[in-house]
T-cell receptor, first 113, second 111 residues
C-alpha cells in the first residue's frame, strides 16, 4: 500500500459545480497534512494546511478523518481557474530524525464552461 | 521580493555529462530540499539540508550530489551515474520541517 494515495482523475466538472477529492494515508501517527495545487509544468503551491479536524478558506474546505485515515478537499462553486492538479501531502512524524513530507501523485481537476 | 529561484528553467544533458542545478532562497529558511517529479508519480526526495554545512540523503540520492556552503544556496549536481535523469527537479525551503515552499523548477532532458 502506498503511503499516500489519491485518485488520479481527471475530474471533469462544469463551472459552478462542487467537487470533492479524497486522500488516504497509511501512517496512523501522522499529525499534519497539506493540500498543494500544481498547475501544468509549474511548481506546487500551498493551498491549505490541515492540523486538526479541518480548515476552510473561502470556497475551499479541507477535512481530516483520523479514524479512517483520510483527508478530503471540497471545492465549491468551481471556477475555470481551479483547473489544476491537487497534491495531498502528509507529515508522518516518524520518531527520531527528520520528518519528511510524503507526497501523493495528485488528482487532476478540469473545470469546463 | 522574497522567494526561491531556480536556474536554468530548461537544461539539456548529454550522455556522461555532469550538470548542476541552482537553487537560491532569500526567505532566511534554514531547511532546503531537492525533489524529483516524474509523470504520474508523487515528488520524491533526493537530498535535504536542515542547516548550513550539513545535508542528508533522501529516498533517491544515488547519482546526485549537493553542497550547502551558504544558507541561501543549495545546488544539486546530477552526475553521469544517474541513469535516468530526465525529470522535473524542484527545490524547496522551509522554516521548520512542515510547510515547504517551492521554486519554479528545472526541467532536465537527456539528449
Amino acid at each position: 500500500r502506498k503511503e499516500v494515495e489519491q485518485d488520479p482523475g481527471p475530474f471533469n466538472v462544469p463551472e459552478g459545480a462542487t467537487v470533492a477529492f479524497n486522500c488516504t494515508y497509511s501512517n496512523s501517527a501522522s499529525q499534519s497534512f497539506f493540500w498543494y495545487r500544481q498547475d501544468c509544468r509549474k511548481e506546487p503551491k500551498l493551498l491549505m494546511s490541515v492540523y486538526s479536524s479541518g480548515n476552510e478558506d473561502g470556497r475551499f474546505t479541507a477535512q481530516l478523518n483520523r479514524a479512517s485515515q483520510y483527508i478530503s478537499l471540497l471545492i465549491r462553486d468551481s471556477k475555470l481557474s481551479d483547473s489544476a492538479t491537487y497534491l495531498c501531502v502528509v507529515n508522518p512524524l516518524l520518531s527520531g530524525g527528520y520528518n519528511k513530507l510524503i507526497f501523493g501523485a495528485g488528482t487532476r481537476l478540469a473545470v469546463h464552461p | 521580493d522574497g522567494g526561491i529561484t531556480q536556474s536554468p528553467k530548461y537544461l539539456f544533458r548529454k550522455e556522461g555529462q555532469n550538470v548542476t542545478l541552482s537553487c537560491e532562497q532569500n526567505l532566511n529558511h534554514d531547511a532546503m530540499y531537492w525533489y524529483r517529479q516524474d509523470p504520474g508519480q508523487g515528488l520524491r526526495l533526493i537530498y535535504y539540508s536542515q542547516i548550513v554545512n550539513d545535508f542528508q540523503k533522501g529516498d533517491i540520492a544515488e547519482g546526485y550530489s549537493v553542497s550547502r556552503e551558504k544558507k541561501e544556496s543549495f545546488p544539486l549536481t546530477v552526475t553521469s551515474a544517474q541513469k535516468n535523469p530526465t525529470a522535473f527537479y524542484l527545490c524547496a525551503s522551509s522554516i521548520d520541517t512542515d510547510t515547504q515552499y517551492f521554486g519554479p523548477g528545472t526541467r532536465l532532458t537527456v539528449l
